[in-house]
C-alpha cells in the first residue's frame, strides 16, 4: 500500500478510481461520513468545468471515476491531475483501488454482477481488460490501496487512518429511556432492561414523580440489585464506546427500558449520561415516556414489582 500524502491546507480534489469490485464505493460512503463531498460516475467530459468552480479554500470534493464511466479516459484524467490549477491553489490527489485479479473474480461470483468489460464473456476476460486499461492510471496514482486481503471494514478503517486526520473525532452519543409497554426504540444499539429494580410506581407517594426526582433516585438506589448492576453496565459502556470510534460509527444510542419508562429507566439513563460526561463525552439525553400518562394498566399487575 502506497501511503498518502500528508493533507495541506487549501481545496483539495480526490479522484478515486480503480478495478471494478476492489472497493471503490466503499472509499467514497467513508469519505463522506469524513465530510467530504463526493460524486461517483462522473462524466468525464464535466470534469474540467467541474474543477474550474471547485477552488474554495474549504473544497474536499472525491470523485469517483472508472471503467463504468461513460468517455472514461485514463490518459485525459493523468492530464486533469498534472495540470490542476496551481493559480488557485488547488490540490488534485488520485487515490487507486486494487486487488488481486482472483480475488476481483470470487467478488464478482459471489455477488452474480456483471463485470462491466465482460461483455458476455467470462468475469476473468472483463478483470484482464480492465487492469491492461487502467495500468497508466495505476502507475501514476500516488495512493493505492491493495484490498485483497481487506474485509469492508477493513478498508474503512485504512481510509479512516488515511484521509480522516481533519474530520471531526466525536461520535455522536445519545442516551435515552423508554417504556417497554410503549414499544421498543428501534433504532438504539445497545439496550437495557431495567425491570428487574422494584417499581417505584407502587409507592404512592413516588407515582406521579419522575426518575428525576430525588425521591424516585434514593428509592432505586435502595434496591439491593441496583449497585452492582449499574456498576457493571457503566463499565461496559465505557468500554465499548472508544470500539465504537474506532470502527468509524458516527452516531451510538444506548437505551434504558422500564415498563412505563418514566422512573427506573430514567434515573439509570440519567447516571449513565453523568458517567460518560465524567469520562469526557458528551452525550445527549432523551426521556422518550417521560410526559406519558400515569396508568395502573401500564405498569402491570404486581404490587411491588413490574
Given amino acids: ?3 498518502a500524502s500528508e493533507s495541506a491546507s487549501g481545496p483539495v480534489i480526490l479522484i478515486v478510481s480503480g478495478m471494478s469490485g476492489a472497493g471503490k464505493s466503499t472509499a467514497l460512503e467513508v469519505l463522506e461520513d469524513l465530510g467530504w463531498e463526493t460524486i461517483d460516475n462522473f462524466p468525464l467530459r464535466l470534469l474540467r468545468p467541474l474543477i474550474s468552480t471547485e477552488a474554495s479554500p474549504d473544497t474536499r470534493l472525491a470523485i469517483g471515476i472508472d471503467a463504468r464511466t461513460r468517455g472514461f479516459d485514463p490518459a485525459r484524467i493523468i492530464e486533469l491531475v498534472e495540470r490542476a490549477l496551481p493559480s488557485s491553489g488547488l490540490r488534485i490527489d488520485l487515490l487507486f483501488l486494487d486487488a488481486s485479479s ?3 473474480e470470487r467478488r464478482y461470483n459471489e455477488t452474480r454482477r456483471r463485470h462491466p468489460l465482460a461483455a ?12 491492461e486499461l487502467l495500468k497508466p492510471l495505476r502507475a501514476r496514482a500516488p495512493t493505492i490501496i491493495d484490498t485483497t486481503e481487506y474485509s469492508t471494514n477493513q478498508l474503512q478503517h485504512a481510509m479512516r487512518e488515511m484521509f480522516g486526520k481533519d474530520a471531526p473525532e466525536d461520535l455522536a452519543i445519545t442516551v435515552t429511556s423508554f417504556g417497554f409497554a410503549r414499544g421498543m426504540p428501534p433504532l438504539a444499539d445497545l439496550v437495557f432492561d431495567m425491570r428487574f429494580l422494584a417499581n417505584p410506581h407502587w409507592q404512592a407517594d413516588l407515582r406521579e414523580q419522575t426518575g428525576r426526582d430525588a425521591p424516585v433516585g434514593d428509592f432505586i438506589e435502595q434496591d439491593p440489585g441496583f449497585s452492582s448492576s449499574f456498576n457493571r453496565i457503566r463499565e461496559l459502556v465505557l468500554d465499548l464506546v472508544p470500539r465504537y470510534a474506532d470502527q468509524g460509527r458516527a452516531y451510538l444510542t444506548i437505551a434504558f427500558g422500564c415498563t412505563g419508562g418514566r422512573h427506573r429507566s430514567v434515573f439509570t439513563a440519567e447516571r449513565m449520561a453523568a458517567a460518560l460526561h465524567d469520562a469526557g463525552y458528551e452525550p445527549s439525553l432523551i426521556h422518550r ?8 394498566a401500564t405498569e402491570g399487575v404486581s404490587a411491588k414489582r413490574s
Avoid at 120 to 131: D, H, L, Q, S, T
Wanted: hydrophobic content about 30%; charged content about 40%; aromatic content about 0%.
Fill in 120 to 131: 458476455g464473456r467470462p468475469v476473468r476476460e472483463g478483470i484482464k481488460a480492465e487492469r
Fill in 102 to 104: 482472483r480475488e476481483i
Fill in 289 to 296: 415516556n417521560l410526559d406519558a400518562p400515569v396508568t395502573d
Fill in 1 to 3: 500500500m502506497k501511503q
